[in-house]
């Protein structure tokens, strides 16, 4: 029988899924068939899977430390937040349909066989299963048709190792309080807590461990250092993105925060670009008037995010950025954004209707029902590299823009481009994770503007003006939410 190790945490972000990915490279190192499992994952970063469905991020990337490839059974229930108050339902990949909190909540439990099945599965094919739990494996109010913590540890019986950040401090609290509260059956379950992201000394918390391991007569192991290198792989929660820019590098690229953000991981590998900065601008905060390149990310409401973007002003800003001959990019949501419409005939996304969209492409997008899943590999036409990368969305984008497409796949066009070549869409996700295009890319791109801006040909913009006390009374009338208080 297969063996199995459930990693639950004292709260969000204590590091489960950093552990459970080492943990399958160190026992992959050890000649073990590791595979990587968390029963309900609720992220917008998503992955791709081999097998044609979609999953967390953060279960790919430990697939990847396990040596093996990222099917659906590692994560068979997905959440995807669509609002505040409402998510995608995917289940073994695919979605399913779209319920609030309040609907998924009542029924989850429903989806507690397939979990199981998904779990048996990996078990035929592995020595042992590290699984994740999710959040936080205190909220004793949600327990109550739970499957992602203790409801499916006592369903496959899955022993389990409690982790709590002592970077937040209240550490043995947090460890010794969730034992307190949850249901002793449940209690009876955990073999050991673990202390993670331990900074200094680890000798300093000997006294602590002894405490902990007398309080709660379980073993706790660690100190686990802190990893900084952790910064660097992708990460699975929106709130990691508040404190996401990185850089000082001249080539200047800035990306609006829109409220459902998806597959953000897609910027990950600019950001450790050598002379590359990256700026995710906050709501409420224009976006930097020195960018190269705009690029606007992958959203899973595509019609809500392009909204928020006007509140924010930022299809101004990105309307002057254009005007100036600055780099615009879209992708997957993004692309559908800088595009003349956004249908959504079927509701798909919230309420029925068509949104104008931001006009930078000729190409008009339809939101359809099925989802878009697959693996690509392509040419990237502007710089001839190869690029690699996956499709995720619902939506057919058509129009005379696609006659000049970003990219080819196979003898298919991929993408669209304007006509002076300053505006692209595409897509195609993780595509700079492909060194040569990425690089190529970037290089081109700070060519141009550099061109640019030795021969003065940029044009002063509006909001330039504006700040170097030369506006007109016309950039006032243009340019009302940025200047009405500098006029």
């Not at 609030?100 to 397939?114: G, I, K, T």
């Not at 595509?302 to 950025?321: F, M, V």
């Not at 919230?350 to 949104?355: V, Y």
């Amino acid at each position: 029988m297969t063996k199995a190790l459930m990693f639950m945490g004292t709260g969000s972000d204590v590091g489960k899924s950093l552990i459970v990915a080492g943990l399958c490279r160190a026992l992959a190192n050890r000649g073990l068939s590791v595979a990587p499992f968390k029963p309900q994952n609720m992220s917008n970063n998503a992955a791709v899977t081999n097998d044609g469905g979609e999953i967390g991020r953060a279960q790919a990337l430990q697939a990847r430390a396990a040596r093996r490839p990222p099917i659906t059974a590692m994560n068979p229930v997905l959440l995807k937040p669509e609002d505040e108050t409402g998510s995608q339902v995917v289940v073994r990949g695919q979605r399913r349909t779209s319920l609030s909190a309040r609907q998924y909540w009542s029924d989850r439990v429903q989806l507690l066989p397939e979990v199981l099945d998904a779990f048996g599965e990996l078990a035929a094919t592995a020595d042992i299963i590290l699984v994740e739990g999710a959040g936080s494996a205190s909220e004793v109010n949600l327990r109550r048709g739970d499957i992602a913590n203790f409801g499916f540890a006592q369903a496959a019986q899955v022993p389990v190792v409690l982790i709590a950040d002592i970077h937040r401090g209240g550490v043995i609290a947090s460890i010794v309080g969730t034992l307190a509260v949850v249901d002793p059956a449940d209690a009876s379950l955990v073999r050991a807590s673990l202390i993670n992201k331990f900074f200094g000394d680890p000798a300093l918390f000997e006294s602590g461990k002894a405490f902990l391991a007398e309080r709660t007569g379980l073993p706790c192991l660690g100190p686990v250092p802190h990893f900084a290198d952790a910064c660097r792989l992708p990460a699975e929660d929106a709130l990691a993105l508040e404190a996401y820019s990185s850089g000082q590098g001249s080539f200047h690229i800035v990306v609006p925060r829109l409220p459902r953000i998806a597959n953000f991981d897609d910027l990950d590998p600019l950001r450790t670009e050598p002379g590359v900065a990256v700026t995710l601008v906050q709501p409420g905060t224009p976006l930097p008037r020195d960018a190269d390149l705009v690029l606007l990310p992958g959203s899973k409401s595509t019609r809500a995010d392009l909204q928020a973007l006007r509140q924010n002003g930022w299809d101004i800003d990105i309307a002057a950025h254009h005007r100036a001959g600055g780099l615009v990019l879209g992708v997957c949501g993004g692309y559908q954004m800088l595009g003349k419409t956004i249908a959504d005939p079927n509701g798909i996304e919230g309420a029925p209707g068509t949104s104008e969209g931001l006009g930078l492409l000729d190409v008009d997008t339809v939101l359809a029902p099925t989802k878009q899943l697959r693996l690509e590999r392509g040419i990237h036409l502007g710089t001839g590299q190869e690029l690699s990368g996956y499709h995720m969305h619902m939506g057919v984008t058509s129009g005379a823009g696609r006659a000049r497409p970003f990219a080819r796949i196979g003898d298919e066009p991929e993408g669209a481009v304007s006509g002076d070549g300053i505006v692209m869409g595409t897509y195609l996700h993780g595509l700079f994770a492909a060194d040569g295009f990425r690089r190529a890319f970037l290089g081109n791109a700070a060519s141009r503007t550099s061109a640019m801006s030795q021969g003065s040909k940029r044009r002063s913009t509006p909001w330039q003006r504006i700040l170097n006390g030369t506006s007109t009374s016309m950039d006032c009338l243009l340019w009302p939410r940025r200047s009405r208080w500098m006029c």
